[in-house]
């Protein structure tokens, strides 16, 4: 059994996840890159599925996931451009809030992740003895974007939002 | 900076997470503090003043003294918070350990062959 994930606050700006598995670097690397293994892992979560999980994981390729609710349709997501590829090490990619076909989606596309209140998320991979630690760093924008994604989870205790829910699932 | 925000930098320094833990044992004075911590008097009350707009403690008068107190609750909210974090990532890890481990049985058995 590994130690459960552990997350902290490096920065201002930033979330930090970290994750050891036991499986080496190559197969940890595989169930990030593979749009059927990510979905694996990814949709899992009880009362939703995720019915779009398209990845282009080169750099400058795309990526787009959505989960949508069992009990009412609600979809959220997340689509982003790839900015670094280091095999079975490393990678870079920009994270937005995809609204999608939503009746109260904003309209027009933000011109960059920054003014769409996206991230930066890095994956690394380190492998040593057979086990791979992860981590996972979410930088925002801004300290605002930060403070919003962690007031958002705030609310109301353990009531979980669709906002914090789809920052922090959309990373995995 | 938002109120959380700034509770999460108060508890960057470990100092101020030093007084915190003193304080969940009981109310302090600055006095006490200084010499539990040995540290001078504009230090502790520096540290003091960012705990206080972080919202993690409150101060009263009391004769001479101010004594300070954690306030709970607020702690409670940043501890939470980062707990809730944890779990929805946690959930998908358990989900990748399942996966890691069919595909290492995969790869043995490949190897086998």
Same mark, same amino acid.
């Given at each position: 059994?590994?130690?459960?994930?552990?997350?902290?606050?490096?920065?201002?700006?930033? *979330?930090? *996840?970290?994750?050891?598995?036991?499986?080496?670097?190559?197969?940890?690397?595989?169930?990030?890159?593979?749009?059927?293994? /990510?979905?694996?892992?990814?949709?899992?979560?009880?009362?939703?599925?995720?019915?779009?999980?398209? $990845?282009?994981?080169?750099?400058?390729?795309?990526?787009?996931?959505?989960?949508?609710?069992?009990?009412?349709?609600?979809?959220?997501?997340?689509?982003?451009? *790839?900015?670094?590829? #280091?095999?079975?090490?490393?990678?870079?990619? #920009?994270?937005?809030?995809?609204?999608?076909?939503?009746?109260?989606?904003?309209?027009?596309?933000?011109?960059?992740?920054?003014? %769409?209140?996206?991230?930066?998320? +890095? *994956? #690394?991979?380190?492998?040593?003895?057979?086990?791979?630690?992860? @981590? @996972? @760093?979410?930088?925002? %924008?801004?300290?605002?974007?930060?403070? %919003?994604?962690?007031? +958002?989870? /705030? #609310?109301?205790? $353990?009531? /979980?939002?669709?906002?914090?829910?789809?920052?922090?699932?959309?990373?995995? | 900076?938002?109120?959380?925000?700034? =509770?999460?930098? =108060?508890? =960057?320094?470990?100092?101020?997470?030093?007084?915190?833990?003193?304080? =969940?044992?009981?109310?302090?004075?600055?006095?006490?503090?200084?010499?539990?911590?040995?540290?001078?008097?504009?230090?502790?009350?520096?540290?003091?003043?960012?705990?206080?707009?972080?919202?993690?403690?409150?101060?009263?008068?009391?004769?001479?003294?101010?004594?300070?107190?954690?306030?709970?609750?607020?702690?409670?909210?940043?501890? !939470?918070?980062?707990?809730?974090?944890?779990?929805?990532?946690?959930? !998908?890890?358990?989900?990748?350990?399942?996966?890691?481990?069919?595909?290492?049985?995969?790869?043995?058995?490949?190897?086998?062959?």
């Amino acid at each position: 059994m590994m130690k459960p994930a552990e997350a902290s606050l490096p920065s201002d700006t930033e *979330v930090l *996840v970290k994750r050891s598995f036991d499986a080496p670097a190559t197969l940890v690397w595989r169930a990030y890159m593979e749009p059927d293994l /990510m979905r694996r892992w990814c949709a899992g979560l009880p009362g939703w599925s995720m019915p779009v999980c398209e $990845m282009d994981m080169r750099v400058g390729g795309r990526y787009r996931w959505r989960w949508r609710s069992d009990e009412n349709g609600q979809e959220f997501g997340f689509t982003g451009e *790839v900015l670094e590829v #280091t095999p079975h090490a490393k990678i870079v990619h #920009t994270q937005l809030v995809d609204v999608g076909d939503q009746a109260d989606s904003k309209g027009s596309a933000p011109a960059s992740w920054a003014d %769409a209140g996206g991230s930066i998320v +890095t *994956v #690394t991979l380190h492998e040593a003895n057979g086990i791979t630690h992860v @981590t @996972t @760093t979410i930088k925002y %924008a801004s300290k605002a974007d930060r403070d %919003a994604a962690v007031e +958002t989870g /705030m #609310t109301d205790g $353990m009531e /979980m939002s669709y906002t914090q829910l789809d920052r922090v699932l959309g990373e995995m | 900076m938002s109120r959380l925000d700034q =509770a999460f930098v =108060a508890l =960057a320094d470990p100092t101020r997470r030093g007084i915190v833990v003193r304080l =969940a044992r009981s109310e302090a004075s600055v006095s006490d503090l200084v010499g539990h911590f040995s540290l001078t008097q504009p230090t502790i009350s520096s540290h003091l003043k960012v705990l206080e707009s972080a919202g993690l403690i409150s101060r009263r008068k009391v004769a001479q003294s101010r004594l300070c107190k954690l306030v709970p609750e607020r702690l409670k909210s940043v501890t !939470n918070w980062l707990e809730q974090v944890q779990e929805i990532w946690e959930g !998908n890890y358990k989900r990748l350990d399942a996966l890691l481990s069919e595909l290492k049985q995969v790869e043995t058995k490949e190897q086998k062959r």
